[in-house]
Nanobody, 122 residues
Framework: QVQLVESGGGLVQAGGSLRLSCAYS????????MAWYRQAPGKQRDWVARIFSSHNTYYANSVKGRFTISRDNAKNTLYLQMNSLKSEDTAVYYC????????????????WGQGTQVTVSS
């Protein structure tokens, strides 16, 4: 059973920065596609960023240019550097491994962790 533990969230002013971390307990971290998701109150969980084993990255349009996803395979840890934060970034942030379920469609592999709360005040 893989465990995902997110940390690093907090309360920040608009324009501020936060760095989130995700500790992955499994043995296949370096081979996995990893991703960050977020869920705002009353809304569905949305994909935010994705990083492949090659370290190639992709971002949702809403965060592109402001967020940076990275990974440290030696530490089994995923990161999300968030800059120029906006009120609309307020959400619980989750990490997960992904697999290619069908062409162009990635699906989360594991049960969700507790997430880490990011609150951006205006």
């Amino acid at each position: 059973q893989v465990q995902l533990v997110e940390s690093g969230g907090g309360l920040v002013q608009a324009g501020g920065s936060l760095r989130l971390s995700c500790a992955y307990s499994g043995s296949s971290f370096s081979a996995n596609v990893m991703a960050w998701y977020r869920q705002a109150p009353g809304k569905q969980r949305d994909w935010v960023a994705r990083i492949f084993s090659s370290h190639n990255t992709y971002y949702a349009n809403s965060v592109k240019g402001r967020f940076t996803i990275s990974r440290d395979n030696a530490k089994n840890t995923l990161y999300l550097q968030m800059n120029s934060l906006k009120s609309e970034d307020t959400a619980v942030y989750y990490c997960n491994a992904e697999r290619l379920r069908s062409p162009g469609y990635y699906q989360p592999l594991h049960s969700w962790g507790q997430g880490t709360q990011v609150t951006v005040s205006s």
